[in-house]
């Protein structure tokens, strides 16, 4: 009985069979009769003949179905993925294979060109001098966004939404926190490069010393230094 049940855990084990029930009968002339019931194992549609799950990436015959896409679908990813450059430039800078490339996208991925559209459209109104044609070109761009069934762009209208009092500040008084914001980010990557000094005093001097016009002299070398007013 034990020779038997392994036989057949192995075939279950290589998909050959499945034990339906095993018994042992005993017949009138004292005999023991062993009786073992199987089925044949079918493989199951859609599903994984290694973690034995069901995925749509298997045929029935349990081999995996092609993975690669379709040679136009294809195409337009290679077209895409080597227009990163020519997108991100601004419009009056692009060469004329750049505008090509640009040319190719509207024709073959005209949602992937409207967000092209978009980015440059808010590009130039936040270049605008005139507060109330940039109030009502940033209303009119927040309504394109929303409308644009682009889950990114949704967000950032919304964004812009909430900081529009600020922003349009920026436009009428010509001031921004770049230079803050720079500054910034100086300092963060310098308190980075400082991990492992001895006390927090050395990272001060570091930051003087990077964020400010100091110039420490060194034997051998000339300095011309400016004056400030």
Aim: with cysteine; net charge positive; aromatic share 10%.
């Amino acid at each position: 009985m034990t020779n038997i049940n392994r036989f057949f855990k192995l075939a279950h084990i290589f998909n050959k069979a499945r034990i339906i029930k095993n018994r042992i009968e005993t017949e009138k002339n004292g005999l023991a009769k062993i009786i073992v019931e199987i089925k044949p194992y079918k493989r199951d549609s859609n599903r994984c003949p290694i973690c034995r799950r069901k995925c749509s990436g298997y045929d029935t015959l349990g081999k995996r179905s092609k993975g690669r896409p379709k040679k136009e679908k294809q195409d337009k990813a290679d077209m895409i993925k080597g227009s990163s450059f020519a997108v991100g430039k601004t419009s009056e800078n692009l060469t004329l294979r750049q505008k090509e490339t640009l040319n190719t996208i509207k024709t073959m991925t005209p949602r992937y060109y409207r967000a092209y559209d978009m980015k440059e459209a808010l590009r130039l109104i936040l270049k605008m001098n005139d507060y109330e044609n940039a109030k009502d070109s940033l209303k009119k761009w927040r309504w394109r966004a929303s409308h644009s069934r682009i889950e990114s762009f949704k967000e950032l209208a919304e964004k812009i939404k909430r900081n529009e009092e600020f922003i349009l500040n920026t436009i009428r008084y010509g001031f921004s926190n770049a230079r803050i914001e720079a500054t910034n980010n100086k300092i963060k990557l310098i308190i980075r490069r400082s991990y492992g000094f001895k006390n927090i005093t050395n990272m001060h001097d570091m930051i003087y010393l990077c964020c400010s016009s100091l110039v420490i002299p060194l034997p051998g070398r000339h300095y011309e230094y400016k004056k400030t007013s």
